[in-house]
């Protein structure tokens, strides 16, 4: 069984960033490809970033794509989203999650552990 724990989230203006983590325990860590997802108020959840335990490969979606980068340090078990260039539309909760599987996943349904979420808000 593993536990994520994210941490980082808070209130930023417009045009800032933030750095969050999400600290894994219980498994091996570096078995696992990770990713973050959110979720906006009456929206279902979606897909930001996600790295995979192969190759460290990424994969982003196209809103966030050149604005947030994701990177692990597999000896801290922990994996990060650093977000630039912040827009009020990035206004989230956003998830940490972990699949036990080499490639990058895209979809909520293939990761089988989820973090509590930590709350982004961006004003303007």
């Known amino acids: 069984q593993v536990q994520l724990v994210e941490s980082g989230g808070g209130l930023v203006q417009a045009g800032g960033s933030l750095r969050l983590s999400c600290a894994a325990s219980?498994?091996?860590?570096?078995?696992?490809?990770m990713g973050w997802f959110r979720q906006a108020p009456g929206k279902e959840r979606e897909f930001a970033a996600g790295?995979?335990?192969?190759?460290?490969?990424?994969g982003y979606a196209d809103s966030v794509k050149g604005r947030f980068n994701i990177s692990r340090d597999n000896a801290k078990n922990t994996v990060y989203l650093k977000m630039n260039s912040l827009k009020t539309e990035d206004t989230a909760v956003y998830y940490c999650?972990?699949?036990?599987?080499?490639?990058?996943?895209?979809?909520?349904?293939?990761?089988?552990?989820w973090g509590q979420g930590t709350q982004v808000t961006v004003s303007s």
């Open positions: 219980g498994g091996t860590f570096s078995y696992y490809s």
């Open positions: 999650a972990a699949a036990r599987t080499y490639y990058t996943n895209y979809v909520p349904k293939d990761y089988d552990y």
């Open positions: 790295i995979s335990s192969g190759d460290g490969n990424t």
